[in-house]
Nanobody
């Protein structure tokens, strides 16, 4: 069973940067598709960025050109580099893995953008 452990969240001022990490246990990211989602209070969970097992990436329009998803196969970890953060980026960020019909979620890490 795949387990995902997110880290790297915190409090940052607008315009600042954070790097989130998603450590993958029990599965190799060379065969998993990994997504970053986020959920703000009162909102539905939304897809932020994706990286396929082959390394192809995709981004939500709201974060394109500000966020970068990447992975380190040796560390079995996926990263989300977030730059030029805005108030509206405040949310709990979740990592999700997908392999065929098998889906796993992490517990999330809080990102708060505030003065």
């Amino acid at each position: 069973q795949v387990q995902l452990v997110e880290s790297g969240g915190g409090l940052v001022q607008p315009g600042g940067s954070l790097r989130l990490s998603c450590a993958v246990l029990g599965g190799r990211i060379t065969i998993l598709n990994i997504d970053w989602y986020r959920q703000a209070p009162g909102n539905q969970r939304e897809l932020v960025a994706s990286i396929t097992s082959g390394g192809d990436t995709n981004y939500a329009d709201t974060v394109k050109d500000r966020f970068t998803i990447s992975k380190d196969n040796a560390e079995n970890t996926v990263y989300l580099q977030m730059n030029s953060l805005k108030f509206e980026d405040t949310a709990v960020y979740y990592c999700r893995s997908q392999y065929g019909e098998y889906i796993s979620w992490g517990l999330g890490t809080q990102v708060t953008v505030s003065l």
